[in-house]
């Protein structure tokens, strides 16, 4: 299955090495191909680049790893993504994508797609990387009213090392998962516990 990441920051180079460890063939879209990311997918396989526009054509699955802020600028380049399912991995804190509250509330409106799943803004990129505590995988939530997409990236989130992946709910519940982000966030900078601790439900 073709994956495209558009932005190969820390969370987009996070997934995209994870993914392509797990089988997936990633294309990253980027603004430019830099030097720094050929050296960056050299040793590793199933990776390519290509410009943000030329990244989608051949892939089912879209993730936005980006700023909220530069959204507009990201779909202005794509074009449609109709039939696509998008993954928002962002978390809109001190930047929002225009008029919008989240990035997910934008794409729904504006991207041509209904197949619209928050994952992945609800830990840290080191995790995303590797989601292994020793034996144990660490947890992953997931929120979007598409059930049939959400049955697909599941199954991604699964392969990629994580124990479970937890529905939050529907649309509605998205801007609870960016909360939910916020409080992994306060806990491992505000709180010091350091970037290295994630969420795990137990049950009984
Ligand atoms: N860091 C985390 O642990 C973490 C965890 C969960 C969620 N998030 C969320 O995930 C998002 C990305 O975070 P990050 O830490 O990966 O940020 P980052 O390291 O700054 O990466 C953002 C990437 O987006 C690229 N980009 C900017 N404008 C673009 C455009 N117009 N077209 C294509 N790519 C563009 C940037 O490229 P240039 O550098 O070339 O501008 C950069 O590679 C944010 O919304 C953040 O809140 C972050």
Do not use: H
């Not at 994956?3 to 879209?29: C, D, H, M, P, R």
């Not at 199933?46 to 936005?64: A, P, R």
């Not at 939910?180 to 306060?186: G, T």
């Amino acid at each position: 299955m073709n994956i495209t990441i558009i932005g190969a920051g820390n969370v987009g180079k996070a997934l995209g090495e994870n993914l392509s460890n797990s089988g997936y063939k990633v294309i990253f879209g980027v603004k430019e191909i830099s030097e720094d990311l050929k050296k960056f997918i050299s040793d590793k396989k199933n990776i390519s680049l290509k410009e943000v526009k030329d990244s989608v054509l051949n892939s089912d699955i879209i993730i936005f790893s980006i700023p909220p802020e530069v959204l507009f600028d990201v779909l202005k380049e794509t074009g449609e993504l109709e039939n696509k399912i998008l993954i928002d991995a962002t978390n809109s804190i001190s930047k929002k994508p225009g008029e919008f509250n989240t990035v997910f509330e934008a794409l729904k409106k504006k991207s041509g797609s209904e197949k619209v799943i928050k994952c992945f803004n609800s830990t840290g990129f080191e995790n995303m990387r590797n989601p292994r505590y020793g034996d144990i995988g660490i947890d992953m939530f997931i929120a979007g009213s598409d059930e049939e997409s959400k049955k697909t990236v599941i199954k991604i989130v699964k392969d990629m090392g994580f124990e479970e992946c937890y529905d939050f709910g529907g649309d509605d519940k998205v801007e609870l998962l960016e909360k939910f982000a916020l409080s992994w966030i306060n806990l491992a900078i505000f709180q010091k516990m350091g970037r290295n601790i994630a969420f795990k439900i137990l049950k009984r």
